[in-house]
């Protein structure tokens, strides 16, 4: 069973930084390209970021760039983002999904997500 | 960057209505598009993919049709449990976008 388990999560002052894991089991990891896509409480789904299956290609949405980095561990089975700078708009749920072999399509599995808070 | 707009942000529907929701890019997509419905406290789930492509184990009721750049969700009969908040996304190139959001809500 595909399963994709955040965490790392919290409460974090404007300004600081904090570091999100997605723990990957039930499949090859190192088989799949993955992303990042967050959800503002009450709002709409926002892509962050996606990394390949080997880390080699990476993507990130224009507000997040300089301040947030992906990076995946295959042998770990797991996916990271490392978020500086927080600002207040980046508080959301936080989850990670797979992208189906492949990459021609996208977003059969997700995590439950972990949420981010930033605030002072 | 490709924008999706999605059409409607909410609507009202009795049990058995038909639903049909719209998605427009803002250039072609090469029919990239998925569809995901998303309940309270819930991570996404996919309903359709590659446009028209219908997730393993979701009901037949659900479709999606389109290309180019206008894409459609149907529910051919609404049930109870997919009272809900659907999203398009479009995954051709990046940054990859999501639609707003449409809320279905009881009438």
Redesign the interface.
Known sequence: EVQLVESGGGLVKPGGSLRLSCAASGFTFSAYAMNWVRQVPGKGLEWVSAISSAGTYIYYTESVKGRFTISRDNAENSLYLQMNSLRAEDTAVYYCARDDYGGKTFGEYWGQGTLVTVSS | ?IQMTQSPSSLSASVGDRVTITCRASQGIRN?L?W?Q?KPGK????LI??TS?L?SGVPSRFSGSGSGTEFTLTISSLQPEDFATY?C?Q?NS????????TKVEIK
């Open positions: 960057d990239v998925g995901f998303q991570a996404p789930k996919r993919y590659a492509s997730q999203y996304l995954h990046y940054p990859w976008t999501f639609g707003q959001g």
